[in-house]
């Protein structure tokens, strides 16, 4: 059981940084510090946006707009801190 739950958590990790790329990444690109007529660029973005919409277009439909500002990206991530958590002290109880 120890086994799966660190497996788990593992994978709870890459969803994590997966996610906060992606933020990182849209800052730049808003500020201009990357430019999506670069093929590298464009395909990382896209490759983002095509893992995390299905995500947050769940997350924006329950969350009230906000006027220019998406919460999706922080919601996921708590809710991502906070499986972890509940992973971490599962883990240590079977331990």
């Known amino acids: 059981m120890t086994s799966l739950l660190q497996i788990a958590l593992m994978f709870v990790h ?4 997966v996610v906060l790329a992606h933020v990182i ?5 808003n500020f201009n510090v990357l430019n999506l ?5 464009w395909q990382l973005w896209n490759g983002l946006n095509r893992v995390l919409d299905p995500v947050y277009s769940r997350i924006r439909s329950i ?4 006027g220019g500002i998406d919460f999706a990206p ?5 809710a991502i801190f906070a499986l972890e ?3 971490s002290n599962n883990l240590y109880a079977f331990g």
């Open 85 to 87: 958590i509940v992973i």
């Open 25 to 29: 990444m849209s800052w730049l690109i």
């Open 74 to 78: 922080l919601a996921v991530l708590l």
């Open 63 to 66: 969350l009230p707009s906000a």
């Open 37 to 41: 007529r670069q093929p590298l660029v």
């Open 14 to 17: 890459a969803a994590k940084w």
